[in-house]
Structure formats: C-alpha cells, structure tokens
C-alpha cells in the first residue's frame, strides 16, 4: 500500500463571464480554509485534501486541471488553529471585485526598497519593484500574472497563476493576499492605485509579446468596423475604429486620426490626435495641431527633452579620416587618417586633390557648417597592415559626401565631392539644387531654400512650403504658398491643420 498518493482529475466547473474573466465553480467537496502555506483545504468524504489548481492555455482556451493531495487529521488540527488561516465563513460572498482595479498592495522591504501588486488591466495582476537610490526611483517589473475566479458555493477568491501564485481572498473590509507555497503573511499597505509612467513603460516593453498572442482580439464588425476584445470575447474598448494597431501603445485609426491606449486599457489622449510618435517613455503626439509630449500614462510633459537621433552602430575600427577643403591659391581637398583618440600616429598619412569645376565658388561647407573639416570612422586597420604608404583617397570612396558651397554671386549649390575629383562624374542627382537661397543642415536633412520657397532633402523632391521650421523631435511646422499650415513626420507625410 503507497503511503502517499495522488487523486488526480478534472474539475467539474461551471464557466462564467464575470468581471471579464472566467469563473469557475467546483462542485465537489466543501471549503473549509485557505492557508498562506497550504492553499485551498477542502473536506471531502470526512477526508480533508489540499487542493491545487492548474491552468494552462490550449491554443488561446483555458484547461484547468487539479490535484488533491491527501492531509492528515492530526496536521488539519494544527493547520486550523493558525491565526492566518480564512474560513469559508469569513470569506465576503458580498464583495465587490471590481473594488480591486482601483487598489494597489505595497510592502515596504525597507526604506529604499518597496514592491507594489495590482490589477494591471481586466486580465493581468502585476508586480513591481521600486527602488529608491540617490534621489532616483529605479522600477522593474517582477512578474505579471494572469488570474482566474475559483467559486466555493456563493462565494468568491482570485487565483493568479503563471509564475506567481497568489490568492486574493476578500473578507470583511479587507483584502487578504496569501503567497502559494509561502507561509510568510506580509504586512502591506492598501493604497488608491497609481500607475507610474516607469511602471505602465516597464510592463509594456516586457509583457506585450505574450499578451499580443494571449490577450488581445480585434474583432471585426458587419459595418467594417473593428473592436478590441479579450480572449474571452469581452470588450476591452468599446468605440469603433477602422483599425487598431496592436503594440506597446495601441493604435486605434478612424478617418485619418489616432486614440492611443496604454496596455492598462487607458486612453492617453483628450481629443483625436493628428500623428503620434513613441519614444521611451513618452509620446510625442499633434493635437489640436499643437506639438506635444505625453508620457505613457497620458500626462503632459512639460519640460524640454532632447530627442536626438539614434545612429545606427558604426562597425569596429581603428582609424578616423578627417578631410578639408582649402584655397591657396586653388582648392585642395585634404585628408588624413588618424587613431581611435584623434591622434596621429605612425599609420599616419596625409593625402590633398586639387579640385575640379570651382569656377565662381567662394567657399565650401560640409556638414559641420562651421568649419570646413567633416571627421568619419572608417576602419583603416586592415589596409596599412599591407601597405602603409597607400593613398586615403584609394581607401576611402569621397565621391558621395555630399557637401554645399557659397557662390561668388551670394547663392548656394549642392553636389556630390565626386564631381569636384573626378571629370567624369555624373552630377545630375544635384542639378535642380543651384542658385538656392540658403543651405541649413540639421541631421539628418538639409533645410534648403530656392525661389522663397523650401524644403528638407533629401526627405523630398520638391520645394513646396513658404514656411519650414526645424524638427522639433518627430515633427516640422510648415506653411504653404496658400495660408495653410501643418506639420511634417521625419517619413514625409503632412498632417494639414
């Protein structure tokens, strides 16, 4: 005879759309407490099991399954004696369970270090990690857990599971969360929920590939329309859109206009926006056509930030060249090569063209518009291990820099280095850029005028705006030839007041 065993089966349950999520009803066996250590105990037969519960998903359907083990009557007297335990009849029938979405759990490790569990959204409870260091708070996400309704007779507890068990037991004027597997009881603070913009970031970036599969359904209508709804078919947001984009922020287009949704289901803008752009932590969004930056719980940031560009990373080298442009009495392109710390060294070597076609130029600019000097990486290593006395301008193709320069007639052109080195070099990519009003580079376009009129390149082929600001972040202000104004993406597209 086995001294131990295990009763496996499947639970007869009763589903039940309730609160957004599945409910299930056992039938078998009567509560009799759950235990911070122990879980669910139930008695059966004059028998008392420990009761755990398995939920796993099949496709995007929830199988539950369960296991009693058997307990002792000597340890059940033990067991229901601990003050930490919560009888069948102590447990709210009565309790609202939506109370919940507005509630938040925090336990205070110590002064600098705090962890926060709340409803994230209608199907994920959330942990969070806060620390406090140096006037900094440094939050992570823990874990995030989907959960479930188990129903004893009338009455209700939550069952997160999925890499952290939990049980969320309402009794009265007071929530009681008790850790499977632990039998330490925390002391926590019941707080007015407050999602940080660094928490509702942290879940976003972390948890979004699995609730994209899991969670999310976009739910087409007869009219076209679409819906977002859950896995279990409830509506998660109810206004109809054209359609919704699913991603760390949710997208939702109607009629040339977006709604933004954080993943907590919360909507971040007050009217349609024009155009939005993500960034970390914060969005960049038209409304009303005014600019603004809101972070991802949807408030306004009003301090300045630098957006800059992300560069993409340049491959490991060893060696920068550094090229000029100088006037004595000809123009002389020249360039060198130098080390990782801007030195030279004995790998060094100095290289000059004089230049072709500068009839009627004053002066050349590269991109750096102060100063004729432009410094790029390049990786030089494998060449001078060769051959040390090779050119720069045999190493490194110049011909497609592109670089402007002042006419002595006070207008401004553009062209490839090719054309001022090589006699043959086709030109035609700049003949529509001559005679121009003025040249601005800010990366990573050029701002140029001609005939009044602007436009960036090489973002667009035609000079069309009688106005043209620089880009703030994502966007540029511009004005039209005919009054209208609006703003202009770093991809092209207008957005007309």
Known sequence: MKSVFLFFFFLLIHPVVCNGQQTYTITEGELQFIHPEKGIVIKKNDSFYKLDINVDFVGNKQKISSVLSPIKQDEIKILSKKQSSITYNEIDGSYDFKKIQKLQFVYEEDESDSYKFCQFNP???AVFSNKRENGETYTSLVEYMPYIFIKFGKKKIIY???NEYVYLIPTKNKINLFEQYSNHVADLKTEKLA?????????????FPNLEETFFKIDSLSNKKVILKNSFNETLISKKYDSIVLDNIIRCYDNGSVDLYNLALKKLNKTRLKAAKQY???LQVIENNHLKLIDWTGTEI??????GIVLLDAPERSYFYEVSITKKPHFVLKARNFDNFCREDSNTTIDSITLLNTKGIK???????STDTISRPYDFTPYFQSDKKARITELVNFDYETIWFLHNDGTFGMNYLGYFIKADFDST?????????SVDYNYPFYKIKKNDLYQFFPLQK???YKKLGDFQGNFARFELPNGKKGWLSLDGKEFLD
């Open 195 to 207: 999602l940080s913009n660094k928490e509702v970031y942290e879940f976003s970036i972390h948890a």
């Open 429 to 437: 990519t700049f003949s529509n850029y001559q005679k121009l009003q």
């Open 363 to 369: 002066e050349f600019y590269f991109k750096q518009q």
């Open 123 to 125: 199907n994920y409870f």
């Open 462 to 464: 035609k000079f069309r």
């Open 160 to 162: 997160t599971y999925d």
């Open 302 to 307: 009003k301090k300045k930030i630098d957006f």
């Open 280 to 282: 970390r932590g914060s």
